[in-house]
């Protein structure tokens, strides 16, 4: 399968421990986006990467949060000190080229925060 | 600030009707505008990507269509099978002065075909 793919899928944490989401997009797409998915909402974005360049990150990513892409290639996502809060899908998707292009999103990495 | 609402939240029908869902946008100055579903606690699945410049797309029993000026889109489907079950969302992506890297999502709109 090429598509985008999340790891892990599930994940379980106590308030307060550090979480690590890794994302593989498409390969040779060189976009690269994390959103964020609560209950009966739509997603919101988080981030997003060109290539290795954050170019861009929503009033939502707070201090707490830090996302790498450091070759260009699959991404990271850190959530640092959880709170009840964060529990939600946090999907990353990817794309080729620019503004005009489809995204193409991955399952997700479902977050509950006890 | 864009906004993007989905009308109605959920819908039920019976299998075999045609079916429209709607989709409105605060703001025309967009790149494109996407229909995405969900299943149940997965991922979103692209169906229909409409540029700006462009009335509408189809693909089988969907079809989508754009009207930037007036800020609204449509996802019509046809013959709905129990099957085509799901939420269904639409997503701008903004541009020309807005964020040009993200899509902003409608809360969506949760589908129900009764066999």
């Known amino acids: 399968d090429t598509g985008v793919s999340q790891d892990p899928r599930h994940k379980i944490t106590k308030r307060g421990q550090n979480v690590t989401f890794r994302c593989d997009p498409i390969?040779?797409?060189?976009?690269l986006y994390w959103y964020r998915q609560t209950l009966g909402q739509g997603p919101e974005f988080l981030t997003y990467?060109?290539?290795?360049?954050?170019?861009?990150k929503s009033r939502l990513l707070s201090d707490r949060f830090s996302a790498e892409r450091p070759k260009g290639s699959f991404s990271t996502l850190e959530i640092q000190r959880t709170e009840q809060g964060d529990s939600a899908m946090y999907l990353c998707a990817s794309s080729v080229g620019n503004s005009y292009n489809e995204q193409f999103f991955g399952p997700g990495t479902r977050l509950t925060v006890l | 600030k864009q906004e993007v609402t989905q009308i109605p939240a959920a819908l039920s029908v019976p299998e075999g009707e045609n079916l429209v869902l709607n989709c409105s946008f605060t703001?025309?100055?967009?790149?494109?505008l996407q229909w995405f579903r969900q299943d149940p606690g997965k991922g979103l699945t692209s169906l229909l990507l409409?540029?700006?410049?462009?009335r509408e797309q189809t693909s089988g029993r969907l079809n989508a269509s754009l009207d930037k000026s007036s800020g609204r889109s449509t996802l019509y489907i046809a013959a709905s099978q129990p099957g085509d079950s799901a939420t269904y969302l639409c997503a701008v992506r903004p541009g020309y002065g807005g964020s040009q890297g993200n899509l902003i999502f409608g809360k969506g709109t949760k589908l129900s075909v009764k066999p």
């Open positions: 990467f060109q290539n290795e360049a954050q170019l861009e």
């Open positions: 409409i540029q700006s410049s462009q």
């Open positions: 703001d025309s100055a967009i790149y494109n």
């Open positions: 390969s040779e797409h060189n976009r």
